[in-house]
């Protein structure tokens, strides 16, 4: 929040500016195992969103930017990891491929730019229309905890 809020005070110049926030899906969706991150993405589409209305008298609009899948060499060795495994996944994928670097980039120069200035408040999904891909049938749900190899809670089947 200091970050943004030294950018309103950086760029109440009398000219138009643009603030963009970077994001993840799961402030939609939900993210098991990863309900900090989640919380705290679904704070950041909430931060847009308000900002947008408080600032937007100012002339500074406020976006915010969601990635989907975009390998590139600067990736943790556990999301590397997960990538290799899942080189065959592609084709679950709706754009039947993961993103390329230049997409991200020129969805964040196009919300940046002029041709973007009547846009505020709102937040880009750029994944290939990924994470709003549904089945006919559910995949079973496999417990975090299973998924983790930890197994069940001690004390689980004692309840009530």
Known sequence: ?????????????????????????????????????AAAKAGVKNLVETLAVEWGPAGIRVNGLVPGLFP????????RGNL??????????????VGERQELGWAATFLASPYARFI?????????????????????????????GLGPFEGADQVG
């Open 1 to 37: 929040m200091e970050v943004v809020r030294d950018s309103k005070d950086n760029c109440i110049t009398g000219s138009p500016a643009s603030i963009l926030n970077v994001g993840a899906s799961y402030a939609w969706t939900g993210g098991p195992g990863f309900a900090h991150s």
């Open 72 to 79: 590139h060499e600067d990736m943790t060795d556990d999301i």
């Open 84 to 97: 290799d495994r899942t080189h065959d996944k592609d084709p679950c994928q709706p754009a039947l491929r």
């Open 120 to 148: 505020s408040g709102h937040t880009l999904v750029v994944d290939g229309a990924n994470w709003q891909r549904r089945t006919l049938t559910n995949p079973p749900v496999v417990p975090i905890r299973d998924q983790l």
